[in-house]
């Protein structure tokens, strides 16, 4: 029974890894196969870039240079036959009609292979119980580029490995297949020969008729809907022609740039989305407090923000919608309708995350409802604490109480308490994104006379940029120390240096930015009311943690 349970989590987490984080990580090893075949198919042709390992080139000899050969070549077959033998006989790629594409060597040099590096190399993979194959430790191969051309599109290519006698594959390729800018599979093993199936009219929906043989990032539409201690976040990720259709944007100068396009799609869809009442809460419908669109295509590794989006193949392009709305505590009940489907699907992935994690689900074009539930037990509201550390000398008079007789500093332990209490509550307010309600917070832990250089200060470790736009947050800090103390002139405080490392996370469109970064402090601290406030801070340094 525990061994058929286990088997049951494994198979969830493989399922639904794609969606709980976007940083991606091929198990199949094939990247680092002896040989790589990246496949292109264009509108007229095919294109391979190939990389053959020197120990394997006897197996792919055709494209080897006569000026390589030591030996004579003049028996050797000119290089028109040559090719026209790795078409029919070596990578083979056969239309629907029976049709073996014609292979013409476009660029051959000797180089060193792509660094594509798999974490799991050499490692067991953890769901067929296959140790991960390991980059070949001599790195020269033969770099060729070779295209087949075709006068017909083809609805369907099946593509044949190199097979020997008994048709068994005689070369290990690792490949990876795009259909124009769209990436077909993630990097499988071209094991056997296999078909694939074409959609001229949108390349998304390409795929091969082996259903292992596919991408991570194959929905076209999801969402995710993040409820964490001072916003709810509502975020659809869908294809650039799916949010066309959507929103009906239409561009009504035909002499617009591709940028000025993309930033009038960026505007119309803050616009179509601003008046939307697509949340509800606590039984409350809300209208978005910020919203936020960014352009991402899906990469090897996950999906990747693009500042660009002109530069890039519109049958690839993903828009990222991220719907703010800010609250003061978690509510009780979230409650939305997603509202587009477009003619391909009828099932679209939702993730929703709290601050338990995150739960994914799909819903369906007959019942299109999502949201939230509160069931969680143990949470506790965020909120500052006073940091209240005695380093003072003072008596108990009668009828006066304990009065202080005069200041000292504090020793390292103390220092360290009071340092780490006041950054612990600052952590605390830039929880907070309702900007008053920011300012509040954040004014009852600092004092200072340029409140603007302070929060900037502040915002290079507590809200640092991540990846694309996105904003991080410190989780967790950790080995703090004080390097050294010294006394405020001017009021009653102390001037310390300080170290330390901390744990920044930020999460958009299913992706989790999680990273470390040491950082150097220098602050000054004061004492008002027998509470500890910070008054002045400068970064000395922050660096990321490989």
Known sequence: MLFYFRLFLISLFVLWAPFLKADWINLTGAETAENIAEIY???????????????????????????????????????????????????QFITDEGVKLPARLEFVEARNRVDRQSPYAGMINPTTRQRVGEVPADKRVLYAEIIYPFAKKPEQLQIVPPMDGHGVVSASIGFIAYHKAVPIIDFRYLGQPVTLNLDWQDPWYTKFENKNLTRHHKYPLMLFLYVEPRQVRLESLLRFRDIVELTEFTIEDSKASDKDKYQLLQEHIKNYYADKEELQIDGESFQPDSIRVDFLNATLSGLKIIDNASSEDDSSLLVGVSQQYFIERLPQKIDSRWQYFNQRIDRIPVVVTDPAGPLPSLIEKTDPNFGWQNFLKKYQEPAIQP?????????????????????????????????????????????????????????????????IFLQNELAKLFSPKVTGSAVGAVQLFNDMQIINIRELTNSEGFSATISGSAIISAQHWGHIDRRQVTFQLLLDMIEVNSQWRLTDLTVIDIKEIK
């Open 387 to 451: 940091v209240v550390v005695e380093t003072a000398w003072s008596i108990d008079i009668p009828y006066f109480g304990e009065t202080k007789i005069f200041n000292q500093m504090p020793d390292q332990q103390q220092a360290l308490a009071i340092v780490g209490g006041v950054l612990e509550n600052i952590r605390i307010a830039f929880i907070e994104k309702e900007p008053g309600n920011f300012s509040r917070v954040l004014g009852e832990v600092v004092s200072g006379n340029d409140s």
């Open 41 to 91: 198919m264009l509108d007229d042709h095919v294109k391979v870039k190939l990389e053959v390992y020197v120990g394997d080139l006897e197996k792919f000899e055709e494209l080897v240079p006569d000026e390589w050969l030591k030996e004579s070549t003049g028996k050797r077959p000119s290089l028109e036959e040559r090719m026209h033998a790795f078409a029919n006989e070596r990578l």
